[in-house]
T-cell receptor, first 113, second 114 residues
Framework: TQLLEQSPQFLSIQEGENLTVYCNSS?????LQWYRQEPGEGPVLLVT?????EVKKLKRLTFQFGDARKDSSLHITAAQPGDTGLYLC?????????????FGQGTTLQVKP | NAGVMQNPRHLVRRRGQEARLRCSPM?????VYWYRQLPEEGLKFMVY????????ESGMPKERFSAEFPKEGPSILRIQQVVRGDSAAYFC????????????FGSGTRLTVV
């Protein structure tokens, strides 16, 4: 059973297009994080959202945490080839003191020049 | 300020051998996590350690796998009698407080069992 479902799993778009990646669950998370991972490297933290309804922006990336803290989305405006990579959402359940994160299976994004 | 350092980056072992994966957390980080990533899958939690203590090992297979984070030195993930199914990328992450607000990951160790 996948606690965090990401969609789509694969996305191939042209430079300049917009896209949205979704991360959904039936469970409530105390916080949710988004990472980007490039081939042969470890994931790099992009953002952490904690409050239901929270919206955070990181340049052309907009992250939203659902009101019920069960889902999140990542929107990229005017995608560039440098955005290519594997995007992972990860949630912490219960007290943040558990330290354990549950990861989605990832969305592979390819941005063609 | 060096990030999370993992070594080796690549490790090849024959079936039945032991694999030792090392992780030095970021300076000032006392919380270490190990995750395993199989091809086309997300990361799966294995174990969470603080200095000299295992806090949560609920994701670790009961047999052949062990982890430690001694008072001095790196954290070690040890896999005894490796099998082909152990082939994966193993990532270590660290945080200054329990990780609900984000980790710093290392570059991983890619284990291949032949």
């Amino acid at each position: 059973t996948q606690l965090l479902e990401q969609s789509p799993q694969f996305l191939s778009i042209q430079e300049g297009e917009n896209l949205t990646v979704y991360c959904n669950s039936s469970s409530v998370f105390s916080s949710l994080q988004w990472y980007r991972q490039e081939p042969g490297e470890g994931p790099v933290l992009l953002v952490t959202v904690v409050t239901g309804g929270e919206v955070k922006k990181l340049k052309r990336l907009t992250f939203q945490f659902g009101d019920a803290r069960k889902d999140s989305s990542l929107h990229i405006t005017a995608a560039q080839p440098g955005d290519t990579g594997l995007y992972l959402c990860a949630g912490a359940r219960g007290s943040s003191n558990t330290g354990k994160l549950i990861f989605g299976q990832g969305t592979t994004l390819q941005v063609k020049p | 300020n060096a990030g999370v350092m993992q070594n080796p980056r690549h490790l090849v072992r024959r079936r039945g051998q032991e694999a030792r994966l090392r992780c030095s957390p970021m300076k000032g980080h006392s919380h270490v996590y190990w995750y395993r990533q199989l091809p086309e899958e997300g990361l799966k939690f294995m174990v969470y350690l603080q200095k000299e203590n295992i806090i949560d090992e609920s994701g670790m297979p009961k047999e052949r796998f062990s982890a430690e984070f001694p008072k001095e030195g790196p954290s070690i993930l040890r896999i005894q009698q490796v099998v082909r199914g152990d082939s994966a990328a193993y990532f270590c992450a660290s945080s200054p407080v329990p990780g609900g607000n984000g980790y710093t990951f290392g570059s991983g160790t890619r284990l291949t069992v032949v």
